[in-house]
C-alpha cells in the first residue's frame, strides 16, 4: 500500500514558477513509476509529467520546457517544478504511482496508476 500526500499549490501569478512535492510512505518507493495529472474546471484530468523509478522523464507537449519533474527516491518524494505558469496551468494537480521495475518504465494513462493522492491546487492569475 503506498499513500500519497501533495504539496505546494497556491496562488501564482502569470510569469511565475511554483514546486508540487508528492511524499510517498510505504515500501520499495524506488519501484514505483510516478505522475503528474492534473484537472481544469470543466475538463478531464490530463497527463502532465511522468518519471521512472531510474529517473527518466516524460512530458506532456504542452508543459515541455517549463516544467520538470524529478525524483528523490531516498526522501520518498517526487517534485514538479513549474515555471513561467500560465492561466491555462490552474488545475488541482494529482499525483499518481504505480509499481514497474521495468527500467525506463512511465505511462500517460491515468488507468495504468495504481495509486493517487487527494491534489493540490494551482491557481494562475493573469
Known amino acids: 500500500q503506498v499513500q500519497l500526500v501533495e504539496s505546494g499549490g497556491g496562488l501564482v501569478q502569470a510569469g511565475g514558477s511554483l514546486r508540487l512535492s508528492c511524499a510517498a510512505s510505504g515500501r520499495a518507493f524506488s519501484s514505483y513509476a510516478m505522475g503528474w495529472f492534473r484537472q481544469a474546471p470543466g475538463k478531464e484530468r490530463e497527463f502532465v509529467a511522468a518519471?521512472?523509478?531510474?529517473?527518466?522523464?516524460y512530458y506532456a507537449d504542452s508543459v515541455k520546457g517549463p516544467f520538470t519533474i524529478s525524483r528523490d527516491n531516498a526522501k520518498n518524494t517526487v517534485y514538479l517544478q513549474m515555471n513561467s505558469l500560465k492561466p491555462e496551468d490552474t488545475a488541482v494537480y494529482y499525483c499518481a504511482a504505480y509499481y514497474c521495475s521495468s527500467y525506463g518504465c512511465y505511462s500517460r494513462i491515468m488507468d495504468e496508476y495504481t495509486y493517487w493522492g487527494q491534489g493540490t491546487q494551482v491557481t494562475v492569475s493573469s
Open positions: 518519471i521512472s523509478w531510474s529517473g527518466r522523464p
